[in-house]
């Protein structure tokens, strides 16, 4: 399902090729938001791979490889909604960013919150950003513009960010290898 993922041998090398497609990953439950997530990444120049995951139990498990998702590959990036059924975005993202090796995905809350008391829980578990959701179109488009200008162009993330480090990986032509 996700052709092109770094093999092991690239990745401890720390070859990220400029042509690489992006892999985001969205953990979002409501369907309007996960259609205006898709359109504004497929309004980018870039290639971006948009896996969506709509519960916070889920999310672990793709991350993790488990069950149902034993062949995704782990993002470079993960937008997350707080207000998740069967497990609390707040919750998922503790569990990401005390995994170590899942910590140094760059972790965007995308939340329909603008409360104080969420936006500093979000920072305490080391969220990498917190945005109000926009609720046009066209905002949503420049929002996921701009993070993906900023986390993508400007920013350099480590190599193990945009790999499938520690859990199984794939060869660019999709054959498993094993662990990494």
């Known amino acids: ?29 409501n369907p309007i938001d996960v259609m205006m997530a898709e359109e504004a990444f497929k309004e980018g120049a870039v290639d971006t791979i948009v896996s969506v995951v709509r519960d916070g139990t889920e999310a672990p498990d793709y991350l993790r490889q ?5 062949d995704a590959c782990l993002p470079d990036f ?50 990498n950003c917190y945005i109000v959701k926009p609720s046009r179109l066209e905002d949503y488009i420049r929002t996921i513009s701009a993070l993906d200008r900023f986390w993508f162009d400007l920013v350099i993330l480590p190599g193990t960010s945009s790999a499938c480090d520690g859990y199984a990986t794939h060869t660019r032509d999709g054959d498993r290898s094993g662990e990494c």
Do not use: W
Request: glycine share 4%; aromatic share 4%.
């Open 78 to 127: 993960i937008l997350l909604d707080l207000n998740l059924p069967k497990k609390d975005g707040r919750q998922v993202l503790a569990e990401i960013k005390a995994d170590p090796v899942l910590k140094s995905i760059p972790v965007a809350v995308l939340s329909g919150s603008s409360d104080e008391e969420d936006v500093r829980a979000c920072y305490d578990q080391h969220a």
């Open 66 to 70: 488990r069950g149902k998702f034993t």
């Open 1 to 29: 399902m996700f052709a092109q993922c770094m093999t092991a041998e690239a990745r401890l090398m720390g070859d990220r090729p400029f042509s690489r497609t992006r892999r985001v990953l969205l953990i979002e439950d």
